[in-house]
């Protein structure tokens, strides 16, 4: 865990970047306004954790519920994406960060596809940080394929049904062999998980701030590391 200005960094933080629809709307704006500056605002963060000593970054970009919002925003912030991916393949580069993506990627048109999997096989071996994008990611869907899959495994009869620990059920899903998160921070004030790493959170710090998320910036960040460092933090029994 580093330490940054007396405090410790919390060795993963994982963000709930809500708001950028209430940030274009009070500035007489479309919402793709909004994802457009909640882009840069992303890559802008990416720099200030690998900046900090944060080790594991994740962010929720895309939720599966997501695709209910109008044909309009979802094909805008589809070509978001599309720009965005190049853009942050340099930060990565630059910043020695390595970029994983969490939820299910099929659903996504075959260049964006292919530009995901680019992004994660070009940074493979990057060790400063790592960057959990979640993307179409939804965390009931996430639990859905990963039982898909053990229940296969346990027909096959490569898993048998008392085997199945804790451990065994979280190398199934996405996140499998990432930490949980330490800190969870959700911008513009909405007091709810919205489906995002329901398993993992089980015992993070949560951080709401009313800052929206086009309007974060390092020093939000700080703050919340400093909120946390003002924790008492407690897994079930005792202080640790
Ligand atoms: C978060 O901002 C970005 C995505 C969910 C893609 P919103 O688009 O949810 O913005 P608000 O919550 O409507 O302000
Ligand atoms: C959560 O924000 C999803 C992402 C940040 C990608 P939403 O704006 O979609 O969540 P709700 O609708 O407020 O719960
Ligand atoms: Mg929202």
Request: one cysteine or more.
């Amino acid at each position: 865990m580093a330490e940054y200005d007396g405090m410790k960094v919390p060795s993963h933080v994982a963000i709930i970047m809500d708001g950028n629809g209430r940030w274009a709307k009070k500035r007489g704006r479309p919402r793709s306004f909004g994802h457009a500056q909640g882009c840069t605002v992303v890559e802008q963060t990416v720099r200030d954790a690998a900046d900090l000593g944060i080790d594991y970054l994740t962010v929720y970009a895309f939720s599966t519920e997501n695709w209910k919002r109008s044909e309009e925003e979802v094909s805008a912030l589809m070509r978001l994406f599309r720009i965005y991916i190049k853009k942050l393949l340099k930060v990565a580069l630059e910043k020695n960060v390595k970029v994983v993506m969490i939820g299910e990627r099929s659903r996504f048109a075959p260049d964006l596809i292919a530009g995901l999997n680019e992004l994660e096989e070009k940074t493979r071996d990057n060790t400063r940080m790592t960057f959990v994008i979640a993307i179409n990611y939804g965390s009931r869907d996430e639990i859905r394929r990963a039982m898909t899959r053990m229940a296969e495994d346990v027909k096959r009869g490569l898993v048998q049904p008392e085997a199945v620990s804790e451990e065994l059920i979280s190398s199934y899903l996405d996140t499998a062999g990432l930490p949980d998160p330490d800190l969870l921070i959700r911008t513009s004030g909405e007091l709810r998980l919205s489906n995002f790493l329901l398993w993992q959170l089980a015992y993070t710090e949560l951080y709401v701030t009313d800052v929206l998320w086009p309007d974060f910036n390092k020093d939000e960040l700080i703050r919340a590391i400093r909120a946390y460092n003002g924790r008492e933090r407690r897994f079930g029994g005792v202080v640790s």
